[in-house]
């Protein structure tokens, strides 16, 4: 079996770096799930995403722990963590309290990045995005949970503090009045819907964009592969000699942009991280512009997504 290549790091503005390619844990927890992350840190990856929303940082925690204990890797800095603030959290007072329980579950003294889930609040009880209700949405303070976040950074709970699923306008808002700008912005991102505003506005501000959703694979945006399904691609890659899905990684990780990947696959979990000894010409890079874009959430969608419409501000 090939082995994985070395993932490079970007510097974030918060002056700590950041591996260009994280494993996702975006997935139901069970035990099965430490032994496959155990799988990846052997492959080599070091950063993890998870999230409060999720259900997953607990066994994170202990696949960290068992990697440490068996000597796979020398300690606890050799990891990136990032975790996330669940909808029902984001108020200044609810942040720190989170956070606190994040890091219990995970075991950990501390966070690399500490991401707002999304811009919003619901009622607590509040368990899937898609199935949240009119009747659920709150208030949403983004100054004063921005706040909060920034009182997590000065306690040394975290290292890094971002926001995820944030337009251009929200971010312009959330600029004006906080002292800690974000360090990164998770966005759904691929080569079906580029982020093509989004992308250069945020590299403006010094701002790193971090791709969820890189295959277009997650069922919560698209109902078929936009990525994997493409004849550009499939071109592209039968070119090169490459897998589709490494010519849409490569595609992100040429626009300056991290990304999330999972797959529990072991062969995929290698050729994922197989994309950085070679690159795309401006030719396959401009074959790849004519991909047809479309963003995830349709305002034809049911139930909370019809809401959640609001969140996206007209950006694609």
């Given at each position: ?29 069970s035990?099965e799930?430490?032994t ?14 998870t ?49 606190k ?7 950990l ?23 949240v ?6 208030p ?9 976040m ?36 998770q ?6 819907w580029?982020q ?13 964009v ?45 626009q300056?942009?991290s ?13 994922n991280?197989?994309?950085f ?7 396959e ?28 501000d007209g950006?694609?």
């Open positions: 079996m090939e082995m994985a290549e070395k993932i490079p790091e970007t510097l974030l503005n918060s002056g700590y770096k950041m591996p260009m390619v994280g494993f996702g844990c975006a997935v139901q927890p035990e799930l430490i496959i992350l155990l799988d990846a840190i052997k492959i080599g990856y070091r950063h993890f995403d999230a409060a929303g999720y259900g997953t940082e607990e066994a994170l925690g202990k696949a960290v722990s068992q990697a440490i204990e068996n000597g796979i890797v020398k300690g606890r800095d050799e990891f990136f963590i990032t975790s996330k603030l669940w909808i029902t959290d984001t108020h200044h007072d609810l942040v720190l309290p989170a956070l329980k994040s890091l219990g579950n995970l075991g003294e501390y966070l690399d990045l500490y991401l707002v889930h999304l811009p919003l609040l619901v009622r607590e009880g509040v368990v899937d995005i898609f199935k209700s009119e009747e659920d949405l709150l949403f303070d983004m100054n004063g949970t921005w706040k909060a920034e009182e997590c950074k000065k306690l040394g709970l975290v290292k890094s503090i971002g926001v995820s699923n944030f337009t251009c306008q929200k971010l312009s808002s959330l600029l004006e009045n906080a002292t800690i700008p974000p360090a990164v912005n966005v759904a991102m691929n080569v079906g580029q093509r505003k989004l992308v250069p506005f945020f590299k403006e501000k010094n701002i790193h971090s791709a969820f959703s890189p295959l277009a694979t997650y069922g919560g945006f698209w109902d078929i592969s936009v990525a994997l399904d493409s004849p550009i691609l499939k071109d592209i890659a039968a070119s090169k000699g490459k897998t589709v899905a490494q010519i849409a990684l490569r595609w992100i990780h040429e300056g942009s990304f999330i990947v999972k797959s529990f696959n072991k062969e995929r979990m290698i050729q991280l197989q994309i000894s070679w690159e795309l010409t401006k030719e890079m401009e074959q790849i512009q004519k991909i047809p874009q479309h963003k995830g959430i349709s305002g034809n969608s049911e139930g909370a997504i019809k809401y959640l419409e609001q969140l996206w950006d694609l």
